[in-house]
């Protein structure tokens, strides 16, 4: 059974920094798509950062480039998502998710191709529970 875990949540004032982690088990394979999204009330889900686990293939919303950055800890199955320079509209809850979707031998233009498809439409087969993130002015 996969499971993800989110953990780092929190309260940060304008212009700090958090770091997100998700602990990922139950997967066989150790070449899986990962994705970050986050959530505010009334907004929809919006796929903010991602990465491929097999190889160093990332994706980042515009919304985020330049500020967060998502990494990953091969001898913890984590995922992280270091978020620095907070604003009021980063509140949200966000979400880690994964793939295991077959990509054994793609080359990393196919890669990147499909992680930008999957992040954008949401298109994961597993997700975490959600870790609320609040940003005060």
């Known amino acids: 059974q996969v499971q993800l875990v989110e953990s780092g949540g929190g309260s940060v004032q304008v212009g700090g920094s958090l770091r997100l982690s998700c602990s990922v088990s139950?997967?066989?394979?150790?070449?899986?798509?990962m994705g970050w999204f986050r959530q505010a009330p009334g907004k929809e889900r919006e796929g903010i950062a991602g990465l491929y686990r097999g190889g160093t293939t990332t994706y980042y919303a515009d919304s985020v480039k330049g500020r967060f950055t998502v990494s990953q800890d091969n001898t913890k199955n984590t995922v992280y998502l270091q978020m620095n320079n907070l604003k009021p509209e980063d509140t949200a809850t966000y979400y880690c998710a994964a793939d295991d979707r077959y990509s054994l031998g793609y080359a990393a233009q196919y890669i990147a191709v499909e992680l930008e498809a999957m992040m954008k439409k949401g298109d994961f087969a597993d997700w975490g529970q959600g870790t609320q993130v609040i940003v005060e002015s």
């Open positions: 139950g997967y066989t394979d150790s070449n899986y798509y």
